[in-house]
């Protein structure tokens, strides 16, 4: 069971990215699911966060604003919308998926491979 992020890409300061997480089949449902971030030389952290039912989000302060958080259960699969990116968004982005709340905010339990966003000045 996997949870596949996609989306990345080189992009000028300013511009915008669309990230997806899509999960197989069943995988996850029910699942809290969020977005970290690990910059070179820099410790991984959290981005954003929401909700099975999309009700609740939340977001780093850094990107409040900015990034928009979205999912369609329908399809499994989680979005991060990124505008007026900054150079200082440049790095490998992760998806991640948690039964409990508490725990998608800090230290999930499960995975994705990243994808590397990249913005240049």
């Known amino acids: 069971v996997q949870l596949q992020a996609s989306g990345g890409g080189l992009v000028q300061a300013g511009g915008s990215l669309r990230l997806s997480c899509s999960a197989s089949?069943?995988?996850?449902?029910?699942?809290?699911r969020g977005w970290y971030r690990q910059a070179p030389g820099k410790e991984r952290e959290f981005v954003s966060a929401?909700?099975?039912?999309?009700?609740?989000?939340r977001y780093a302060d850094s990107v409040k604003g900015r990034f928009t958080i979205s999912r369609d259960n329908a399809k499994n699969t989680v979005y991060l919308q990124m505008n007026s990116l900054k150079p200082e968004d440049t790095a490998v982005y992760y998806c991640a998926a948690d039964p409990r709340w508490v725990a998608i905010l800090s230290d999930p339990r499960n995975w994705g491979q990243g994808t590397q966003v990249t913005v240049s000045s």
């Open positions: 929401i909700t099975w039912s999309g009700g609740t989000t």
């Open positions: 089949g069943q995988a996850f449902r029910g699942y809290a």
